[in-house]
Nanobody, 123 residues
Framework: QVQLVESGGGFVQAGGSLRLSCAASGRAFSTYSMGWFRQAPGKERELIAS????????WYTDSVKGRFTISRDNAQNTVDMLMNSLNPEDTAVYYCAARRGNFRASTAEYDYWGQGTPVTVSS
């Protein structure tokens, strides 16, 4: 089992950047695939980026490709997401999640979740 705590959210103007971090505790963090999700008001939670256990492979949804970068440090038990060129459509609560198995999986297939960190982008 793994416990996850996100940090780094906040308010930013359009065009700005934020770095989200997810700290994991528990055993065998390096065996988990990790994902960053977001949920905007009135919308379903969506997977926006994921990374495999070693960090060698990543996936991004089209709306963030080229702007967001997911990375992990297995020695520190962290997974980060650098978000550049933010726009108001990126406003949401951002969650990290973990699962054993393929990093390209649906929301329902992720097993462990953090509490979320809010991001607000003003125009």
């Amino acid at each position: 089992q793994v416990q996850l705590v996100e940090s780094g959210g906040g308010f930013v103007q359009a065009g700005g950047s934020l770095r989200l971090s997810c700290a994991a505790s528990g055993r065998a963090f390096s065996t988990y695939s990790m994902g960053w999700f977001r949920q905007a008001p009135g919308k379903e939670r969506e997977l926006i980026a994921s990374i495999n256990w070693s960090g060698a492979f990543t996936w991004y949804t089209d709306s963030v490709k080229g702007r967001f970068t997911i990375s992990r440090d297995n020695a520190q038990n962290t997974v980060d997401m650098l978000m550049n060129s933010l726009n108001p459509e990126d406003t949401a609560v951002y969650y990290c999640a973990a699962r054993r198995g393929n990093f390209r999986a649906s929301t329902a297939e992720y097993d462990y979740w953090g509490q979320g960190t809010p991001v607000t982008v003003s125009s």
